[in-house]
């Protein structure tokens, strides 16, 4: 055990990099709980709380001393702080946790709470049993709220777990005693939020869903790290589901269990007074300096996320080589993902979607930033890159801010597809809109497999010439009736928007 615990706190592969240091240690704690609460942990229960203890001693010490973040805005007045970070549920949740423990509580050899205390637990912190699942609850483990709190609560030094029991921890007098220390406490109530945003949305685990909540907590992040800059996420009605979109744009945008359940988060953080909702999702003044600490631990980085206003942008997209020239001028929310821009590029030029596609800034393969579905972020093809990144978050307007901005997407690296976006105007959000339109156009887009601009003109050509050797060949693989031809100048709009309405709504 011991030896292991050495491998994983003095990893070389993040030599001087203590805060992944300690996010790794996080990760082997959460398995050993797993391990632990599943049944599933063969060794020594000695040995699994010797771990446990060991490696979270070494992510407090490790995350206490990482550098502060740096924050432009005026400091919060100790006051005022405290007076808002008193009234957030988690810390009467301590509160209500500490009086139930007292002097002390008897806990398993794995540091959780003795399973027939744990519905006592769960009343005491302010659980509501009607809210649970129609299941047994097998541990503390089973049940967030007390499990969050009680994590928080060690990670605090308010409670001390033991071999046997739990019991008030060197942190308790200055939080039972707020005027002993006015300084201690409110360092207290501040990580208490910050620990508690963290624990909440920085889980892990497996099973099917495990990909779809790590997609809700990072967008619930986003959200929270908008609430601390200049454009926050839009909180009107009206607003509601282009805003969200933003957030979880992974597909084409409509209802969807993700963006329910993201909008029942943000509901529960505004309850919380973690969020304001009046003039966007904001993070309160006085809330800023917590929650600015977990948005650095959850998307390493203290810099609010980047929400442009609302805007429609007019694209020209143009098929690079064509003859006669093949391009389409679309006009779509700023809020969709590049995934979805790929997909109103498939269904204005007619692709089938059966092949590989990257978005570029510049040339493809040639360096730069690579925008890419989740299925080819290893794809050996991208490892060239400087940067590669999944398109499906990153939004419209932040690939192609401004009149000018342009992309390069490649559709079918065999093929070579290379189109050329630029962006020919931006103008103000329209909510009865439909997201993405294609307004003009003009020529044929190529057929899917026709070897590219040159094999696709050399097609036509052997179409319409009767002597060409491979005449019917090529007629009857473009599925032409005696007589029929090909117009290189013909492009239905109509049909390309009615995919579009099928796509967006």
Not at 164 to 179: E, I, L, N, Q, Y
Not at 295 to 320: E, K, M, N, S
Not at 401 to 427: C, F
Request: with cysteine.
């Amino acid at each position: 055990m011991d030896h292991l615990l050495e491998r994983v706190l003095t990893s070389e592969l993040v030599e001087d990099d203590e805060e992944t240091r300690a996010h790794i240690a996080g990760d082997a704690a959460v398995f050993l709980q797993f391990l632990s609460a599943t049944n599933r942990w063969t060794g020594q229960d000695e040995d699994l709380g010797y771990a446990l203890s060991t490696l979270t001693s070494y992510i407090e010490s490790r995350l206490a001393s990482l550098p502060p973040t740096e924050v432009d805005e005026p400091p919060v007045e100790p006051e005022v702080e405290r007076a808002a970070l008193t009234v957030v549920p988690v810390v009467a949740r301590l509160d209500a946790l500490l009086g139930w423990i007292g002097e002390r509580r008897p806990v398993t050899a794995t540091g959780a709470l003795k399973r027939a205390l744990v519905m006592e637990a769960f009343d005491a912190v302010g659980g509501k049993r009607e809210d649970l699942a129609p299941r047994k609850v097998q541990s503390m483990w089973d049940l967030p709220v007390l499990a969050q709190t009680w994590v928080v609560a060690a990670m605090l030094d308010l409670i001390s777990i033991g071999k046997t029991v739990v019991k008030p921890g060197p942190a308790a007098p200055a939080w039972r005693d707020p005027d002993r220390n006015p300084g201690e406490y409110l360092t207290l109530c501040r990580d208490a939020v910050t620990h508690s945003l963290v624990v909440a949305l920085g889980r892990r685990g497996e099973g099917r869903l495990v990909a779809f909540h790590s997609v809700l907590d990072e967008a619930t992040a986003a959200v929270l790290s908008a609430g601390l800059g200049e454009h926050p996420l839009p909180a009107g009605p009206e607003e509601r589901l282009h805003a969200l979109s933003v957030l979880f744009p992974g597909r084409p945008v409509g209802p969807s269990l993700l963006g329910s359940m993201l909008g029942d988060r943000l509901d529960d953080l505004v309850a919380d007074g973690l969020l304001d909702d009046a003039d966007g999702y904001r993070v309160p003044t006085p809330l800023r300096p917590a929650v600015r600490a977990a948005v650095r631990i959850l998307l390493g980085d203290a810099t609010p996320v980047a929400i442009h206003p609302p805007a429609r942008c007019t694209l020209r997209i143009t098929l690079r080589d064509s003859e006669p020239a093949v391009w389409r001028r679309v006009v779509v929310d700023n809020s969709l993902s590049l995934l979805h821009l790929h997909f109103v590029i498939q269904s204005c030029f007619a692709w089938e979607d059966y092949h590989l596609h990257q978005f570029t800034e510049g040339e493809p393969f040639t360096g730069g930033c690579v925008y890419v579905p989740d299925d080819q972020l290893d794809d050996e093809l991208a490892n060239g890159q400087d940067e590669v990144v999944y398109e499906g978050m990153v939004t419209i307007g932040t690939a192609l801010p401004q009149v000018g901005a342009s992309l390069t997407y490649l559709y079918d690296y065999g093929d070579g597809w290379t189109h050329d976006i630029v962006v020919e105007s931006v103008a103000e959000f329209d909510a009865e809109a439909p997201r993405a339109a294609c307004v003009d156009g003009q020529g044929l887009a190529p057929a899917e497999d026709s070897g590219g601009t040159w094999g696709w003109t050399d097609m036509l050509a052997a179409a319409d010439d009767p002597a060409h050797d491979r005449h019917d060949e090529i007629r009857q693989w473009l599925g032409l009736r005696p007589g029929e031809r090909v117009d290189p100048e013909w492009f239905d709009r109509d049909d390309a928007n009615g995919q579009l309405r099928a796509l967006f709504g």
